[in-house]
C-alpha cells in the first residue's frame, strides 16, 4: 500500500495506471514505479475513451476511473451512463441467450415429435401390412377349402354314379 504524498492517506489503485488518496481525492499517475500528480484532464479523456469501448472489461475499467475522478467535469454522469449501457448491453446477451435455448428447445420438441410421428406411420403400416396379410391368408384359406370341399362332392358324386345311385349323383353334381 502506498501512502499519499501529501495527506499520508492510503491510495487506492484505479488501475495499472492511475490511483487516488481515499483521504484527501487527490489523484496521481503511476510513472516508472513512482507517483505523480496526475493531469485530471487527461485522466478524464483516457476514462471516456475507455468507458465508451465496447469491451466490458476496458469499459468497467473506465467506468472506475470516471467514478475516481469524482465531481470532476460530467465523469460522474457519464460513469453513470456508460454503467447503464453495461447493464443493457449484459441484458440484451443475455436476452439472447435465453432466445437462442429457446429455439434449441423449440427444435429437439419438433425433432421429437417428426420422431415419433415417424414411429406412428411405422406401426400404423406395418399394422396395415399384418392386417392384409392375414386378409389373404383367410380369403386364400376360403378358396382352397371351397375347391377341396367341392372335389370332395365332386368324387363323392362320381362315386355313387359308379354305384348306379343316379338321382343321388345327379343332386352332388348339380350342387
Excluded: H
Excluded at 69 to 87: P, Q, T, V
Excluded at 89 to 116: G, N, S
Excluded at 142 to 153: F, H, L, T
Aim: charged residues 30%; proline residues 1%.
Amino acid at each position: 500500500m502506498r501512502q499519499c504524498n501529501t495527506c499520508g492517506g492510503t491510495i487506492k489503485y484505479i488501475n495499472n495506471q492511475a490511483g487516488r488518496c481515499e483521504y484527501c481525492g487527490r489523484l496521481f499517475s503511476i510513472q516508472e514505479n513512482e507517483l505523480v500528480d496526475a493531469n485530471p484532464e487527461e485522466l478524464y479523456r483516457k476514462a471516456t475513451a475507455l468507458a465508451n469501448q465496447s469491451d466490458e472489461n476496458n469499459a468497467l475499467l473506465g467506468v472506475s476511473m470516471l467514478e475516481a475522478l469524482g465531481g470532476y467535469k460530467d465523469s460522474a454522469e457519464k460513469a453513470i451512463a456508460s454503467s447503464e449501457r453495461i447493464a443493457r448491453t449484459r441484458a440484451e446477451e443475455q436476452d439472447r441467450k435465453l432466445e437462442e435455448q429457446r429455439r434449441a428447445e423449440q427444435r429437439k420438441i419438433q425433432e421429437q415429435q417428426w420422431v415419433a410421428q415417424q414411429k406412428k406411420k411405422r406401426n400404423i403400416s406395418i399394422m396395415v401390412g399384418m392386417v392384409i396379410s392375414v386378409i389373404c391368408i383367410v380369403v386364400l384359406s376360403v378358396i382352397i377349402v371351397s375347391k377341396n370341399r367341392k372335389k370332395a362332392e365332386y368324387s363323392e358324386a362320381l362315386s355313387l354314379y359308379e354305384k348306379g345311385s343316379y338321382e343321388e349323383a345327379l343332386e352332388k353334381f348339380e350342387n
